[in-house]
């Protein structure tokens, strides 16, 4: 660690960080506790598995001279390192520091870390893992921070530093009552020793003041509500021009020819430039195609309607989704997949059976489609280049720039803008490329490459498509003895690797391999599927599928079997026990160790019975409603979801209200659990309903809003109900928060349909499937 | 041509059937209002033009002649403006926040034409307003907080 820190050169770090974000509000006056090295907290033994934050790369920092800044004037300036797109990051690990800091959260202010991962620690946002990973980290930061301020108080009064205590912006001398604030101490503190890890005092949880409590304002929320908040559209660069870009509409496509005369005569177009396609595996690469440069962002559009581009459209052209899906089901039909999983005989546990259950459950592509498209800015100049964008993956994006304009990644900057909407199309930063090459073209002015919604839909990283084949046995007390699992999906993989046909191990760990039935015979196999499109990763990933299939057929064989679905779910759960996830064949775990973090089948019975007795389930309903359970482990955090649902005579699907459980560990920020979940009800309500990415002739056959629905207020659930189920204590581990809520929530709704009208739905999305 | 925005006067040169989305953003430099679609089907664009709410990603120029279009940054300046505001912030309504400037917008005239908004109502005026993160149970409820606050509502 650097214990010798000149106050200069923090001042001017902090001032570029706040200048190169752009994001108002951020001068400061004066300087910090200060800036130095990075320490990482990596295991010491090299030797030993890493896992969970320690295994992500370029782990984790808790050094408060990086993430800390306190002005004289008293503000505490605290950096976030994670990208924000709705999930409250920004607040939420802000809010840790400033709670062991035992700051005043009126004074703190927040800067975004632009993308570097070997002064920050990991910023990879996705996989639900920004608390999760860094809470401790964070805790550390402010209580380092918050002992220097107390080392400073103690040492200007010439007391002992046990005399001397931390408490709501200022240091305070317990025997004579004197007091100090944080901005008085700063620079003193600053000139301090960080303390050792190992002698860090941290807060007990009875002391806290805002982790785990409801009542912390969202740090960006002013600025939302009144249209300051920068995203990543609204960042203005001297000199800027926007562009659009027509891409290749078959994956693996390029331009054969263009004729650009008529575009180039459109008002305000300034440029038009062929950008090189990319042959698959897709990567991170952008598509090629033809960018129109123009003065302003519609007139870019507009001269792109005038471009006539003849297309080499490859070999995934033949791409029908219709076809593809029994493709799908004539694989998932027949044994002779991978065997990834299996114990005891199912083939003869089937054979044998006193009863047998089979079916098919399907999931169409979907686009993440966050209401702000991809959009990045990028301008060169003395041979750096600045990129500002809406990114899930800053170092990634940082290192794919480079890539592509064969410079040092020290030489790109990647400055994080407020994300509007990611779940998880941001994570790809293909479009921070496209504005770094059209820079480079246009000699290293500022270019905004913004996407149409089309674009968006049409060429995006989609959530694969999908047939969960389930089998099942019951003997003649009705206990199940068999269960056989055929999953059939294009990998995300094959976005890394085209020759890949089968899934990987994070898409396996996600609801297949890891189910905790008490069952004797289980086979879990996954068939070949080649994918045909750039497959990425939308909101929770393939939990969804297999949350939608499992918990659909479990409900199926409760009703056959005349039993009640939450006692046999119960029953198929088992008693509660904490399953070591490396018996189940999962390597994944969700990166986090499986002696820690085991699948605990008390924790999913748990919510299970919460949300039944918070939802009242067995209730009695008017006709024409019903009501649907479901339940699912995912990113290490237990829900289960009871949806009430209405069918009316024609068919039409209303929902009057939907219960949330969830137990995601201690919980940090509960009133931004309470948004995701709320949140992650009525995507899945999206999803369920209306959701689906077809193609035809290798093309996305949805356009706009229109063709590719997502719900609407009307449509959505009125009344929704969130459970937070409380942990032991802040040591248990925490879990994901922002895309467990989403899995059961598709199940639950097609259980509450049956309930209602006898009606399976087996093919998502529900659509016109319930008019008579 | 000239525009009145937010109460402010501009000369623009520009063609007639320029979007005003586009001409706030990329000509006037007014970064509120939000592209989401560009066909009218999302709402992230909504702006008030005489006081109706309109898509202004579909909606020219030429439309606005003689006319007062205004925009998120200036809902603060009207007492139901502030309402909806301040219920967002104390509801804690914004996920990610990008289309909530045009759902301010909306409520705005939603709560000025209506000061009492059953849920049908509701849901009528907030319909064409899409929210991706899902934040409509508390965009209801921060209208009807908006109105009690505004004296409307019990």
């Known amino acids: ?772 | 041509m000239k525009l009145s925005v937010n109460g402010e006067s501009h000369e623009v040169n520009l063609p007639e059937d320029m979007p005003i989305l586009w001409t706030l953003r990329d000509v006037l430099g007014m970064t509120g209002t939000k592209f989401g679609c560009g066909k009218a089907l999302c709402g992230a664009c909504t702006v008030m033009l005489d006081g109706q709410p309109i898509r202004s990603c579909s909606t020219p120029i030429s439309a606005a002649q003689g006319k007062q279009i205004t925009t998120v940054e200036a809902v603060s300046k009207d007492k139901v403006g502030q309402a909806i505001q301040q219920a967002w912030v104390e509801l804690g309504v914004p996920q990610c926040g990008y289309c909530q400037s045009g759902q301010v917008v909306s409520a705005t005239a939603l709560l000025r034409d209506n000061p009492n908004p059953s849920d049908a109502d509701i849901d009528n005026a907030m319909s064409g307003n899409i929210c991706r993160c899902g934040t409509y149970n508390r965009i209801r409820d921060a209208i009807k907080l908006a109105a009690t606050n505004n004296g409307g509502a019990q």
Not at chain 1, 338 to 364: F, H, N, Q
Not at chain 1, 480 to 494: C, F
Not at chain 1, 547 to 555: E, H, L, P, V
Request: aromatic letters at 6%; glycine letters at 8%; a negative charge.
């Open chain 1, 1 to 772: 660690m650097n214990t010798s820190l000149k106050n200069e050169s923090l001042q001017t770090e902090i001032t570029n960080i706040s200048r190169r974000n752009l994001l108002k509000g951020f001068a400061l006056t004066g300087f910090v506790l200060a800036v130095g090295m990075p320490f990482s907290g990596f295991a010491e033994d090299e030797e030993a598995p890493k896992y969970g934050r320690d295994a992500m790369p370029h782990g984790w920092v808790d050094n408060p001279l990086i993430f800390v800044a306190i002005a004289e004037d008293g503000s505490v300036t605290i950096v976030s390192h994670r990208s924000e797109m709705g999930q409250g990051v920004r607040t939420s690990l802000p809010m840790v520091v400033a709670d062991e800091l035992e700051a005043d959260w009126e004074k703190v202010k927040v800067i975004q870390a632009p993308g570097d991962e070997e002064r920050y620690g990991n910023q990879d946002t996705d996989g639900s893992r920004s608390v999760r990973h860094f809470f401790m980290p964070m805790r550390n930061v402010g209580a380092a921070a918050r002992m220097m301020l107390e080392a400073a108080a103690a040492a200007h009064w010439g007391v002992g530093v046990d005399e001397v205590f931390a408490e709501n912006h200022q240091i305070k001398h317990r025997p004579s009552g004197k007091v100090l604030g944080y901005g008085e101490l700063a620079k003193a503190a600053a000139a301090l020793d960080v303390p050792e890890r190992e002698t860090l005092r941290l807060k007990n949880p009875d002391q806290f003041r805002y982790i785990g409590k409801q009542s912390t304002k969202l740090i960006d929320g002013e600025d939302i509500v009144t249209g300051k908040a920068i995203y990543g559209i609204d960042v203005q660069v001297d000199g800027m021009v926007h562009a659009v870009i027509a891409r290749p509409p078959v994956y693996g496509g390029k331009v054969k020819s263009f004729d650009d005369s008529e575009a180039l005569k459109v008002p305000g177009v300034i440029k038009v430039v062929l950008l090189k396609g990319s042959p698959p595996p897709a990567v991170f690469n952008p598509l090629g195609g033809v960018a129109v440069i123009a003065e302003n962002t519609w007139a870019a559009m507009q001269g792109r309607e005038k471009l006539k581009i003849e297309w080499d459209h490859g070999e995934n052209a033949s791409y029908n989704t219709d076809e593809y899906r029994q493709k799908m089901l004539e694989a998932a039909s027949s044994s002779g997949g991978k065997v990834l999983r299996s114990s005891g005989d199912v083939a003869k546990a089937l054979e044998t059976a006193d009863k047998t259950y089979k079916a098919d459950y399907y999931i169409p592509h979907l686009s993440q489609a966050p209401m702000e498209p991809p959009v990045a800015t990028a301008r060169i100049q003395n041979g750096k280049c600045e990129v500002w964008a809406p990114t899930q993956a800053p170092q990634a994006s940082k290192d794919t720039v480079a890539k592509w304009l064969e410079m040092s990644p020290e030489d790109v900057t990647i400055h994080v803008t407020l994300l509007g909407g990611g779940f998880g199309r941001k994570s790809k930063p293909d479009y921070l490329v496209e504005a770094a090459l059209l820079s480079r073209a246009m000699q290293g002015r500022a270019v905004q490459v913004t996407w149409s919604r089309e674009d968006d839909i049409h060429n995006g990283y989609l959530h694969t498509v999908s047939i969960e084949h389930l089998e099942a046995a019951v003997n003649a007390d009705g206990k199940a003895t068999a269960w056989l699992h055929r999953t059939v999906a294009p990998s995300i993989s094959s976005t890394f690797d085209a020759s890949s046909v089968h899934q990987m191990p994070i898409e396996l760990g996600m609801g297949v391999m890891n189910i905790p039935f008490a069952i004797d015979n289980v086979q879990i196999e996954n068939p070949e599927a080649k994918a045909h499109t750039r497959i990425g990763w939308f909101r929770s990933v393939a939990n969804i599928p297999r949350a939608f299939a499992i918990q659909s057929f479990i409900a199926e064989m409760a009703h056959d079997l005349d039993r009640d679905h939450k006692a046999f779910l119960l029953e198929l759960i088992g008693p509660a026990r904490k399953i070591n996830p490396v018996e189940l064949n999962d390597e994944w775990n969700y990166g986090e160790s499986p002696e820690k973090y085991p699948l605990d089948t008390g924790r999913l019975r748990r919510v299970v019975e919460a949300v039944c007795e918070k939802a009242n389930w067995g209730r009695d309903l008017p006709a024409g409603r019903g009501l649907g359970l479901a339940t699912h482990y995912s990113f290490v955090s237990y829900t289960a979801a009871i949806v009430e649902v209405e069918v009316s005579e024609d068919g039409e699907l209303t929902i009057p209200r939907m219960d949330i459980a969830v137990d995601c560990g201690p919980q940090v920020n509960p009133e931004r659990i309470r948004s995701q979940m709320e949140g992650a009800c009525i995507m899945g309500v999206s999803l369920a309903t209306v959701g689906e990415i077809s193609f035809k002739d290798g093309a996305v056959e949805q356009d706009n809003f229109d063709s590719y629905q997502v719900t609407r207020m009307n449509e959505s659930p009125r009344e929704i109900h969130v459970h937070l189920l409380p942990a032991d204590d802040f040591n248990t581990p925490l879990g994901g928060v922002g895309e467990p809520g989403l899995p059961p929530i598709a199940p639950a709704i097609c259980n509450a349909i049956f309930a209602a009208t006898g009606k399976r739905i087996r093919n998502l999305p529900i659509r016109y499937q319930l008019e008579s």
